[in-house]
Nanobody, 125 residues
Framework: QVPLVESGGGLAQAGGSLVLSCVASEEVFNSYIMGWFRQAPDKERSFVGTINSRDFSTTYTDSVKGRFTISRDGNKNTLYLRMNSLKPEDTAVYFC??????????????????WGRGTQVTVSS
């Protein structure tokens, strides 16, 4: 069983919106931190944001602050990434990931022990 499955990607126009979903197993969903990363064409995977599964606090990379919102639904074991005011530079494959506690920097990949396979988001100008 794949522990994390993303969906909701697709094509959007600049200025538009998309909502990505990530369904997790209950065990994985209750991990300490759930995060979103993205990988643009010809670039390394980079941090988008996180949500703390205990206090629901969120963090975001500067380039998406005020435009993207991470949320979670405990009844559905689902993580969301709402993306507003999309820009062409948001074009990437988006991955959800889960990490356990005990790390200092969740903007890096190494704390995450579960990853989804990704969903493509393409923003046209």
């Amino acid at each position: 069983q794949v522990p994390l499955v993303e969906s909701g990607g697709g094509l959007a126009q600049a200025g538009g919106s998309l909502v990505l979903s990530c369904v997790a197993s209950e065990e994985v969903f209750n991990s300490y931190i759930m995060g979103w990363f993205r990988q643009a064409p010809d670039k390394e995977r980079s941090f988008v944001g996180t949500i703390n599964s205990r206090d629901f606090s969120t963090t975001y990379t500067d380039s998406v602050k005020g435009r993207f919102t991470i949320s979670r639904d405990g009844n559905k074991n689902t993580l969301y990434l709402r993306m507003n005011s999309l820009k062409p530079e948001d074009t990437a494959v988006y991955f959800c990931a889960a990490a356990r506690s005990g790390y200092n920097n969740y903007a890096q990949e190494y704390p995450y022990n579960y990853w989804g396979r990704g969903t493509q988001v393409t923003v046209s100008s």
